[in-house]
C-alpha cells in the first residue's frame, strides 16, 4: 500500500462500487415506480368481478 499506483487503484475501485451502488439504487428505484404505474393504470382500466358467487360447488 506504500506504492502511490496501488493506492491509487484501490481509491478508483472503492469510487466504482460506490457509484455502482448508488446506480443500482436508482434503477430499483425507477423500476418500483415503474410496476406502481404499471398496476395503477391496470386497477383503473381493466375491469374484475368476484367470480366466487358464480361458482356451483357442492357443500
Known sequence: MQ????A?????II???ES???NQED??????NLCIAIT???KAHIPTY???KKTNKLV
Open 3 to 6: 506504492n502511490e499506483r496501488v
Open 8 to 12: 491509487t487503484a484501490i481509491i478508483s
Open 15 to 17: 469510487s466504482q462500487i
Open 20 to 22: 455502482a451502488r448508488e
Open 27 to 32: 434503477i430499483d428505484s425507477i423500476y418500483s
Open 40 to 42: 395503477d393504470e391496470m
Open 50 to 52: 368476484d367470480a366466487s
